[in-house]
């Protein structure tokens, strides 16, 4: 009985003296950085020096660091003679990768293999191409900036329970970003000027032109990004460009207009609120990466190929 005793003290004191959970402790907020899908070649890959008639492979990284789950897209070799290296196949699709989330942070990865089934130096004793390797891919961004409604421009001045203020974001884990969110307010609407910018350090491609990513891309395949921004209590607003939005050096606007009486389902709101302010980007994006290899004729070949 009594070491029963002492071992129920011993419990009540221990679970008393345990850490509890800090109320209010902030969320990791994995929707950050400015990179979508990141391609890298693993090391040794391709060989920094090879000998003509020797097979060698390409190990190309693939990884997801940015939110947008499982993008759709293509990894393509070119750099290169393809009468003196011959890839088989030379273009792969990327492997469905998780992006960036509270239970993966940092987003998955996969590797691509690209074997060389030929090498060969076609003139003089070395070839020393530059093998690149570019990924092609679908990606999308969303914001959800947390903005003030004013149905009455009149609240500005009492009983406002927030203002109107300019919002500026950074990143939303993606290599186009939201950067800036400036609001006007009117008798019963309200506007949003809404600014973004390629942060990623690669080439915005249009949804629509991605079979000509990456080799054929033309001036007007490019810098072109698909918008659509909700007030989830009121709809969709109206947009201006509609649907698209043009960049030029890296960046584009868009104004979005939202009638506050056209709540469809809800009562019209008699004093200000806050709301998140749903920004959804879709487009298509390129990224490169290089690395100059040496093949060497092997000493006493004929010049001109593989030795018969």
Known sequence: MRHALAFIIILIILVSCAPKPREGQPVTDYRKGKEGIVISFAEGTPPQKTYENTEFTVIVKVWNKGAFDN???????????????????????????????????????????????????????????????????????????????VPKPIELIKNKICEPKTITMHSQGAPVAVTRVDEEIMDGAVNFIITIQNVGGGTVVKTESMGECPWNLDYKDIDEVEAKVYIRSIGEGECTPKGRIKLVDGKGVMSCMFQLAAQSGYDTPQTSYTTPLE????????????????????????????TP
Do not use: H
Request: a neutral charge; aromatic letters at 12%; glycine letters at 12%.
């Open 71 to 149: 993008p759709y897209g293509r990894v393509y070799l070119g750099g290169y003679d393809p009468v003196a290296i011959l890839f088989s196949p030379n273009e792969q699709d990327l492997p469905p990768i998780q992006g960036s989330s509270q239970y993966l942070p940092g987003g998955g990865y996969d590797t691509l293999t690209f074997t060389a089934t030929q090498a060969s130096v076609l003139s003089g004793d070395v070839y020393r191409p530059t093998l690149m390797a570019s990924a092609c891919f679908i990606y999308q961004t969303l914001a959800t900036p947390t903005v003030c409604i």
């Open 279 to 306: 920004i959804n980007l879709n487009y298509g994006y390129n990224t490169n990466i290089r690395k100059q290899i040496e093949i060497a004729r092997i000493p006493g070949t004929k010049q001109g190929g593989w």
